[in-house]
């Protein structure tokens, strides 16, 4: 099983829908984010969490929030879907230490 | 501004033949520079970290170096294999306050059999 897990893997929905996208860790890990990606940009950070109590905006979080249930989990929803939120979608993990990420096998989201 | 930038853009060679990929950055208070390997479709996975006292660091056919004068990392790949074929993405984390990572747009290497 992956260290990291997102659900669902691909998703298809029409603008001005609700989604959330899941992620769950197995590693232990306190820090988690999640982060897009669009064709020819580098990966962009839209929220992240250093612990449960804890939840930072990143560089793109207009649109979106987080839930951070447990040490676990966090997940990301879009309260109001639009098309250029069409994008490949990533959680990924960190140790407290060590800052080397690990990443979930992303999410496919298309809003049409 | 804080930038990462990567070339080329895109690159094929033929399997078993070697290649380095290029990484510039602009990023201050520099902390650490990775080199993520990310399949088509898939996560990104880690390759190397190296941090401002380190100038080149290995993981099997992968050699990176660091010049943190010039501000500049490259990513040499030895006896390319086809397994090889993926985007290569260079990133800087920022020393601060604040969890900042800059990530370069990645280099694109396709492996020809």
């Known amino acids: 099983d992956a260290d990291v897990t997102q659900t669902p893997r691909n998703r298809i929905t029409k603008t001005g829908k609700r989604i959330m996208l899941e992620c769950s860790q197995t590693?232990?890990?306190?820090?988690m984010y999640w982060y897009r990606q669009d064709p020819g940009l580098g990966l962009q950070l839209i929220y992240y969490?250093?612990?449960?109590?804890?939840?930072n905006k990143g560089e793109i979080s207009d649109g979106y929030s987080v839930s951070r249930q447990a040490q676990a989990k966090f997940s990301l929803s879009l309260e109001s879907a639009i098309p250029n939120q069409t994008a490949l979608y990533f959680c990924?993990?960190?140790?407290?230490?060590?800052?080397?990420?690990?990443f979930g096998e992303g999410s496919r989201l298309t809003v049409l | 501004k804080n930038q990462v930038e990567q070339s080329p853009q895109s690159l094929i060679i033929l399997e078993g033949k070697n290649c380095t990929l290029q990484c510039n950055y602009t990023v201050s208070p520099f902390s650490n520079l990775r080199w993520y390997k990310q399949d088509t479709g898939r996560g990104p996975v880690s390759l190397t970290i190296m941090t401002f006292s380190e100038n080149t660091k290995s993981n099997g056919r992968y050699t990176a170096t660091l010049d943190a004068d010039t501000k500049q990392s490259s990513l040499h790949i030895t006896a390319s294999q086809l397994s090889d074929s993926a985007s290569y993405i260079c990133v800087v984390s920022a020393r601060g306050s604040n969890y900042q990572l800059i990530w370069g747009a990645g280099t694109k290497l396709i492996i020809k059999p």
């Open positions: 969490s250093f612990d449960v109590k804890d939840i």
């Open positions: 990924a993990t960190s140790g407290t230490n060590t800052g080397e990420l690990f």
């Open positions: 590693k232990g890990h306190d820090r």
